[in-house]
């Protein structure tokens, strides 16, 4: 079995989705933080050492023994240099050193000639910045003059201008946890004050619920839970209603058992005729079988009313097949009152009608309430007949049952679908709940029904019982 799913925090499930990619992004902002203050910091060192080395290319002077040495300008510059210890390297054509310091590395494999190079290298295990320059004229057979940087100050301002953005951040990542937090109770706070007021109300009291005071985000739940509530309601007030009814319809039975047996019991007291006992005993059975009807009536109405609102199981059957079951069963009925009971539609043996996806009991019963009903109504040597035939569409099957009784006045089609509603006029013993029972098992199966006169006799005009099944 399908385990059940623990309810969640609305409040922690906010809370997690705003503060967990929170946390998740923290980390990557410090790294690109670490990137772009890398870059920050490098630029106007970068920029400097070339100048200088461009500077140190220009201010190349040969002494009076023809070696190469820097100008006394270019000498002091350097030892003022704040940026951190400073080698300077020229080489010729072959690579050999003119002048300056041997630690330098080798420059490049080609560069443009007046195009400044740099590059990142050790000297002395110590990481530096080198800038390479092939002069563009040429003396004294230069090739290359270097100009290597330690990266001591540009680490150091890369730390710094880290510290700058990354420490308000240890301050600022708390405080926005803790606005956020106080914002989520801010925004549940109308929710826990409805669930109060919903808990406060009475188990009887099915009123709307005031959507005032109540997030624009909530409102259509709680509008879905005042319809419910109204189709409560309503629900709780049509069985009120109808157990009254069912009260109502079964003291009559149980008033004339009472009635009758008090008085077999005072005929046999007082040694009356048996015919006398016997009427009495008739009038027992005769208003044990009406509540016995009424009782089952009632429990075949419930039962279509609880598989109407909950999904059941369906089958495919046969109609034809189950209607002359129906028929069937019902002909004892019959000859009892001298009706011509009749059956119309595919026999046994002949090609079926397409297969029916219904819920049989219900259906069985729908189809024995159209023929209980037209055999009570229908006066002796009347007709009933139940007919089954295919829509030439092949979308519905339909099922028809016919009488020649006294018929329902057009005023009165719908109403007789109420339960315990019984049309004027009429004397024959029954519940009102026949087409009641039917209406809600066709309602079930999104089948219509329809009444209709048989004949254009006023006194005897006849009921025609029509439902359409959906295939």
Known sequence: MRRRREPRSLFGEILDWMLVPLLLLWPMSAALTWLVAQDIAAKPYDRDLTRLTQLIARQLATGADGSLRLAESTASLLRADEAGTVWVQVLDAQGQLLSGDREVPSPPAA??????????????????????????????????VQVAQSRDKRDRLTTEIIKGVLLPQYVILPLAVLLVWLALARGIAPLTQLQARIA?????DLSPIDVRGTPEEVVPLVEAINGLLARLDQSLAAQKHFLADAAHQLKTPLAGLRTQAELAERDIDAGNHLDSVRHGLRQIAHSSQRAAHMVNQLLAMAHAENDGQLPAQRQAIDLAELARDVVKGAVQQALDKRIDLGYEGPAEGEAPLPPLECQPVLLRELVRNLVDNALRYTPQEGRVTVRVTPDPFGQVLVLQVEDDGPGIAPAEREKVFAPFYRALGTAVDGSGLGLAIVREIADGHGATVTLAATRSDPLRPGLAVTVRLPL
């Open 111 to 144: 560069a443009r000639a007046g195009e400044v190079v740099l590059r990142d290298a050790t000297i002395h295990n110590q990481p530096v910045r080198v800038a390479a320059l092939r002069p563009l004229a040429a003396e004294a057979g230069v090739a290359w």
């Open 200 to 204: 406060a109300r009475d188990s009887h």
